[in-house]
């Protein structure tokens, strides 16, 4: 079992930046690939961005590109995603998720926590 549990939301003007947190316990986390999926009302859940459990190779929706970064500490078992230059479209619970290095199926997931972007 990995238990995941994310930090950092909160209500943010648009244009601004917040860093969330994803801290994880229970296995080797270096051996997971880890994800951040968000949901906003009444929308299907989405990926946001993704980084792997060896080399730390990265990938993000379009939508997030060139303002949101996926990061990983093995050290401290936490992910991050830096967000800048963040929009009202933005607005969602951010999930982390991980899955192990062999599996296609993120099968760990943290409570979300929430980000509001104000326009």
């Known amino acids: 079992q990995v238990q995941l549990v994310e930090t950092g939301g909160g209500l943010v003007q648009a244009g601004g930046s917040l860093r969330l947190s994803c801290a994880a316990s229970g296995r080797t986390f270096s051996n997971y690939n880890m994800a951040w999926f968000r949901q906003a009302p009444e929308k299907e859940r989405e990926f946001v961005a993704s980084i792997s459990w060896s080399v730390g190779s990265t990938a993000y929706v379009d939508s997030v590109k060139g303002r949101f970064t996926i990061s990983r500490d093995n050290a401290k078992n936490t992910m991050y995603l830096q967000m800048n230059n963040l929009k009202p479209d933005d607005t969602a619970v951010y999930y982390c998720?991980?899955?192990?290095?062999?599996?296609?199926?993120?099968?760990?997931w943290g409570q979300g926590t929430q980000v509001t972007v104000s326009s």
């Open positions: 998720a991980a899955r192990w290095r062999l599996n296609n199926e993120y099968v760990y």
